[in-house]
């Protein structure tokens, strides 16, 4: 499927058919499909877990899955948060913000949040493995925190002007995401799940907020921070409710 394969294209460096031939119209109308590809990373950690658990202890299978995630996704998300946290930290007016954050170099804002990050996403996935209950979050985290991205496109503006492919995810896309993020809630943690998709729904209302008022909309970098912000939620959720 063209559309499916776009979205493993934009959201991962896994190889897929005409990975180099998608434009911003084909990777808005995929959105409905990042959920399923969050669902494939997550497999991939779960894979990961099974293979490691009876040899490494849990503080380094937490490391090597954060690990499979910067090497499955380029770090994208991780970059978007370096970005967003330099940008916002450091800017005072709406173009200042948007100015630093096109600026990939990483200041000691962006530096920040990747040091917190790492140590949160390693200490909580450990606890999780630690206590045998890493399986469904490790699943529900980056589901959930791509399924995050779609209505902050759909119900937000881009704040620059682009040809950006927020502009081309609609209510279509939102409906079909948010089917597949419930059943992947429902099925990998039934109402734990549910609870963790609320978790990331109020954290992304949140930040949407944040971002209208900082900026007037949404950017690349706010929504890879976005998913950061949720998969996190869902790992501290996960560790609560266990």
């Not at 967003?84 to 990483?106: N, P």
């Not at 109020?202 to 912000?229: E, K, M, P, Y």
């Amino acid at each position: 499927m063209r559309s499916l394969a776009a979205s493993i294209a934009f959201l991962t460096r896994i190889p897929v058919p005409g990975g180099g031939h998608f434009d911003a119209g084909d990777v808005g109308r995929s959105a409905r499909w990042f959920p399923a590809v969050g669902l494939l990373i997550g497999g991939v950690y779960v894979l990961l877990l099974r293979a490691l658990t009876l040899y490494l202890p849990p503080g380094v299978i937490a490391v090597l899955i954060v690990l499979a995630e910067a090497l499955l996704t380029g770090a994208l998300h991780m970059d978007a948060l370096a970005d967003m946290a330099d940008g916002f930290g450091g800017g005072h007016t709406r173009e200042d913000v948007l100015r630093i954050m096109r600026d990939h170099a990483i200041g000691s804002y962006g530096a920040t949040a990747l040091i917190l990050l790492v140590a949160l996403k390693v200490t909580a996935i450990s606890a999780l493995v630690q206590h045998q209950q890493a399986v469904p979050y490790l699943i529900l985290a980056p589901a959930l925190g791509r399924w995050s991205i779609v209505p902050l496109c759909r119900f937000l503006t881009y704040a620059r002007e682009s040809k950006a492919v927020a502009n081309h995810i609609g209510t279509v896309e939102l409906v079909w995401a948010s089917l597949i993020a419930g059943a992947v809630a429902s099925l990998a943690a039934s109402w734990r799940g549910l609870v963790c998709w609320i978790a990331v729904a109020v954290i992304t209302v949140w930040f949407g907020r944040v971002c209208s008022r900082r900026i007037g909309g949404i950017t690349g970098d706010t929504l890879g921070a976005n998913v950061q912000f949720s998969e996190s939620i869902v790992l501290l959720s996960g560790l609560i409710l266990s």
